[in-house]
């Protein structure tokens, strides 16, 4: 079974742009989350989606949004793009339900905003 | 807000050593999982534990769960050059709540 892959797996921007990350699950996982990883703050939670519904949001600001498509795949966008948004943005996916809820990662996509 | 403690944050030994790292909360999580992430790379889980108490091992890895499940430890045995990399402890409050809450990590790096 393949495993979750994103795309692209290294992106250079500048200040003030936006920029789309794709995510595709495992097949047959329902749930993708995303996360921010940085050598500071860790990995730290965005948002899950669950049959193209947001369930629940960490404390990001509006700037940071997502959405999953029927086919489980997800994307997340990042508009004006700051340079403390220079990270490692890594998706997991699940099978959706909340005992356990173990979470497999994706190689992640690395972000650098110049 | 819930938040997991890990502890020490990095960690140099030579192969051959133990080791325990741990994963501290003031919070009760219904799940907790391990996972090593390599330098380029995501997460990879290694366990999960569940129960108050339980014990799990993974070859040369022992998983512990405190009773209370508010912590949890790893301890490696003869740690081999392999073992290098970020662990990380993350907590699954469980209900409807579906996110998992992850600690900073312990940075292993094993010398041959």
């Known amino acids: 079974k393949a495993g979750v892959t994103q795309t692209p797996r290294y992106l250079i921007k500048t200040r003030g742009q936006q920029v789309t990350l794709s995510c595709s699950p495992i097949?047959?996982?329902?749930?993708v989350s995303w996360y921010q990883q940085t050598p500071g703050q860790g990995l730290q939670f965005l948002f899950e989606?669950?049959?193209?519904?947001?369930?629940n949001k960490g404390n990001f600001p509006g700037r940071f949004s997502g959405r999953q498509f029927s086919n489980s795949r997800s994307e997340m966008n990042v508009s004006t793009l700051e340079l403390g948004d220079s990270a490692l943005y890594l998706c997991?996916?699940?099978?959706?339900?909340?005992?356990?809820?173990?979470?497999?990662f994706g190689p992640g996509t690395r972000l650098t905003v110049l | 807000t819930q938040l997991l403690e890990q502890s020490p944050q990095f960690l140099s030994i030579q192969e051959g050593e133990n080791l325990t790292v741990y994963c501290n909360s003031s919070?009760?999580?219904?799940?907790l999982q391990w996972y090593r992430q390599e330098p380029g790379e995501g997460p990879v889980l290694l366990v999960t534990?569940?129960?108050?108490?339980e014990v799990k091992k993974l070859k040369r890895l022992t998983f512990q769960f405190g009773d209370a499940r508010k912590d949890s430890s790893l301890h490696i045995t003869a740690a081999q050059p392999g073992d290098t990399g970020l662990y990380l402890c993350?907590?699954?409050?469980?209900?409807?709540?579906?996110?998992?809450?992850f600690g900073k990590g312990t940075l292993l790096t094993v010398n041959p």
């Open positions: 997991a996916s699940s099978w959706g339900g909340a005992n356990y809820n173990e979470q497999f």
């Open positions: 097949s047959g996982h329902r749930s």
């Open positions: 989606y669950f049959s193209e519904t947001q369930r």
């Open positions: 919070s009760v999580f219904s799940s």
């Open positions: 534990v569940v129960t108050g108490g």
């Open positions: 993350a907590g699954n409050s469980g209900g409807s709540n579906y996110k998992l809450t």
